[in-house]
């Protein structure tokens, strides 16, 4: 049986139908929708270059938080149907490349709403990514049924960002904006919820269906949303809306909650029997959208950088305090200065698309190679040579995984070994070919836990390296590597009895296909 060594790495490359789909182009779509009714809600609208910045930073935003969500989250994708076939749980990615596409999207677009309208709208957006991925995602997700109660203010955010874009400050009518869909989030997501309630449970995350039981579930999305019925009319009453929007937002709400009381009633168990529940979540989706796009809000006009001539000159003129001239000359800066704003923001746009496009194609080799030289996220580290064995013992664990559908067999020769730290060790992966045709794969690698990956030192690797395997060929794939002896020196890694190394094979022809 031939043995194989190769050592030529090569980056396995990203699709860009990929990264589209880790940004959740559906959920993006209503988050631009509802920050765009945030910016025409204000009663100045700007200049249609800053609007669109605004908009389009809002967009990058929203897709910053779907790509860092699914970075976090790529393990328990995979044990849900509903999401399995999302990039990272269908292998068509690895998660570095999402972690640095979701980290780049977010600081492009919180400093691109900075430079275009102003800082404060920039912060709001900071502070909406931030509140999504740490507090909703990493800490609250899963670890309580109130996930979503909480997590909601994260989807809030949009309106009351594109407000401050427009106008530079907070008001009422945005805030209630934040309110409608902070309310509207449980009752939407809980709905959901309930009938894909066992891929919840696979894995393992507490949604109130999983933890409290499908009653009280449907109980709580009939009382949630009640407050997001007032909600949702109380701009009409304050005066902040005309008729239209309120007599659309009463019908809408008034059929939210016509479909919310058969969820109520509703004690099927089982998905298939839950058309209310399926009911509502389809309406819901609507809801949103339709109450936004309702709106006559009132005092709106656009954004003029002159004051209204005749009003101001003929007061001033009249006081005895300016001359016309003087006047006219204050109305020409303005014009002058929004201008040269909109220029500048146009050719901010233009440099750091062109930046970041660089910096797209530059960062998978940059971040492989900074993993590689500091054992980040579980990266091995390479070396030349073996330090030589100290006392202890410490056991490695062989992994093996294959893309679906390649048709390979992919193992270790032996499961596990343990050595001692410091020792120079020689183990075998096996891939065989059970194809009538020439496949070439790609292997990616990683170790666990992540905290072992600046210990763990290979000396000679297959991973990155494309292997062709004849139909029924079999070939044996050295793997020398050492683990360091200053993991025993280290508190948080010296109690680690067993370190697991990890090794996906990809079809190069899905690759090549994909590009």
Same mark, same amino acid.
């Given at each position: 049986?031939?043995?194989?060594?190769?050592?030529?790495?090569?980056?396995?490359?990203?699709?860009?139908?990929?990264?589209?789909?880790?940004?959740?182009?559906?959920?993006?779509? /209503?988050?631009? #929708? !509802?920050?765009?009714?945030?910016? %025409? =809600?204000?009663?100045? *609208?700007?200049?249609?270059? &800053?609007?669109? +910045?605004?908009?389009?930073?809002?967009?990058?935003?929203?897709?910053?938080?779907?790509?860092?969500?699914?970075?976090?989250?790529?393990?328990?994708?995979?044990?849900?149907?509903?999401?399995?076939?999302?990039?990272?749980?269908?292998?068509?990615?690895?998660?570095?490349?999402?972690?640095?596409?979701?980290?780049? /999207?977010?600081? #492009? !677009?919180?400093?691109?709403?900075? %430079? =275009?309208?102003?800082? *404060?709208?920039?912060?709001? &957006?900071?502070? +909406?990514?931030?509140?999504?991925?740490?507090?909703?995602?990493?800490?609250?997700?899963?670890?309580?049924?109130?996930?979503?109660?909480?997590?909601?203010?994260?989807?809030?955010?949009?309106?009351?960002?594109?407000?401050?874009?427009?106008?530079?400050?907070?008001?009422?009518?945005?805030?209630?904006?934040?309110?409608?869909?902070?309310?509207?989030?449980?009752?939407?997501?809980? =709905?959901?919820?309930?009938?894909?309630?066992?891929?919840?449970?696979?894995?393992?995350?507490?949604?109130?269906?999983?933890?409290?039981?499908?009653?009280?579930?449907?109980?709580?999305?009939?009382?949630?949303?009640?407050?997001?019925?007032?909600?949702?009319?109380?701009?009409?009453?304050?005066?902040?809306?005309?008729?239209?929007?309120?007599?659309?937002?009463?019908?809408?709400?008034?059929?939210?909650?016509?479909?919310?009381?058969?969820?109520?009633?509703?004690?099927?168990?089982?998905?298939?029997?839950?058309?209310?529940?399926?009911?509502?979540?389809?309406?819901?989706?609507?809801?949103?959208?339709?109450?936004?796009?309702?709106?006559?809000?009132?005092?709106?006009?656009?954004?003029?950088?002159?004051?209204?001539?005749?009003?101001?000159?003929?007061?001033?003129?009249?006081?005895?305090?300016?001359?016309?001239?003087?006047?006219?000359?204050?109305?020409?800066?303005?014009?002058?200065?929004?201008?040269?704003?909109?220029?500048?923001?146009?050719?901010?746009?233009?440099?750091?698309?062109?930046?970041?496009?660089?910096?797209?194609?530059?960062?998978?080799?940059?971040?492989?190679?900074?993993?590689?030289?500091?054992?980040?996220?579980?990266?091995?580290?390479?070396?030349?040579?073996?330090?030589?064995?100290?006392?202890?013992?410490?056991?490695?664990?062989?992994?093996?995984?294959?893309?679906?559908?390649?048709?390979?067999?992919?193992?270790?020769?032996?499961?596990?070994?343990?050595?001692?730290?410091?020792?120079?060790?020689?183990?075998?992966?096996?891939?065989?070919?059970?194809?009538?045709?020439?496949?070439?794969?790609?292997?990616?690698?990683?170790?666990?836990?992540?905290?072992?990956?600046?210990?763990?030192?290979?000396?000679?690797?297959?991973?990155?390296?494309?292997?062709?395997?004849?139909?029924?060929?079999?070939?044996?794939?050295?793997?020398?590597?050492?683990?360091?002896?200053?993991?025993?020196?280290?508190?948080?890694?010296?109690?680690?009895?067993?370190?697991?190394?990890?090794?996906?094979?990809?079809?190069?022809?899905?690759?090549?296909?994909?590009?």
């Amino acid at each position: 049986m031939p043995t194989i060594e190769m050592t030529n790495a090569a980056a396995l490359p990203a699709d860009w139908r990929d990264l589209l789909a880790l940004t959740k182009p559906r959920v993006m779509s /209503l988050v631009v #929708f !509802s920050g765009l009714c945030g910016l %025409l =809600a204000a009663p100045e *609208l700007p200049p249609l270059v &800053l609007g669109f +910045s605004a908009i389009l930073c809002i967009a990058l935003g929203a897709g910053a938080c779907g790509a860092l969500n699914q970075w976090y989250e790529a393990d328990l994708d995979a044990k849900m149907r509903r999401t399995a076939k999302r990039p990272l749980p269908a292998g068509r990615m690895d998660r570095q490349t999402a972690l640095h596409f979701g980290v780049g /999207l977010g600081a #492009f !677009s919180v400093v691109l709403m900075g %430079l =275009a309208t102003n800082w *404060l709208a920039a912060g709001l &957006l900071a502070a +909406s990514i931030l509140f999504y991925v740490l507090v909703y995602t990493v800490w609250l997700k899963p670890r309580t049924a109130q996930n979503i109660v909480i997590g909601g203010a994260a989807g809030a955010f949009p309106p009351l960002i594109g407000w401050v874009a427009a106008t530079g400050h907070f008001a009422p009518l945005p805030l209630l904006l934040f309110a409608i869909i902070f309310l509207w989030t449980p009752p939407h997501f809980w =709905a959901l919820s309930l009938f894909v309630r066992s891929d919840y449970a696979a894995a393992g995350i507490p949604m109130l269906p999983v933890v409290a039981g499908v009653e009280s579930t449907r109980r709580q999305i009939l009382l949630y949303s009640l407050p997001m019925v007032a909600a949702a009319i109380a701009p009409w009453p304050l005066g902040l809306t005309g008729p239209i929007y309120g007599i659309a937002a009463s019908a809408l709400s008034a059929t939210f909650i016509v479909l919310a009381l058969p969820v109520l009633a509703n004690r099927a168990t089982e998905p298939a029997q839950m058309a209310p529940e399926k009911r509502l979540f389809a309406f819901s989706g609507l809801y949103l959208p339709i109450v936004g796009s309702s709106g006559d809000h009132r005092e709106r006009r656009r954004f003029d950088p002159r004051p209204p001539a005749r009003t101001v000159a003929d007061l001033c003129l009249a006081a005895g305090r300016v001359r016309r001239a003087d006047v006219l000359h204050h109305h020409r800066q303005n014009r002058d200065q929004l201008v040269n704003r909109t220029g500048r923001t146009a050719l901010y746009l233009v440099v750091m698309v062109f930046g970041m496009t660089g910096l797209a194609f530059a960062s998978v080799p940059l971040y492989r190679a900074f993993c590689q030289f500091t054992g980040f996220d579980g990266t091995p580290l390479r070396a030349a040579s073996a330090p030589g064995a100290v006392a202890g013992q410490i056991g490695v664990r062989f992994d093996a995984n294959v893309h679906p559908g390649m048709p390979w067999r992919f193992e270790p020769v032996q499961n596990t070994v343990r050595i001692a730290p410091g020792a120079r060790t020689t183990i075998y992966y096996r891939a065989t070919n059970l194809s009538a045709r020439a496949i070439t794969g790609q292997a990616v690698f990683n170790v666990s836990p992540d905290t072992v990956g600046q210990y763990f030192d290979k000396i000679e690797c297959f991973c990155f390296t494309e292997q062709t395997l004849k139909p029924g060929e079999s070939v044996l794939m050295p793997v020398v590597f050492f683990v360091d002896p200053k993991i025993r020196a280290d508190d948080g890694t010296k109690a680690i009895d067993e370190i697991t190394l990890s090794y996906t094979f990809y079809p190069v022809e899905t690759q090549a296909s994909a590009r």
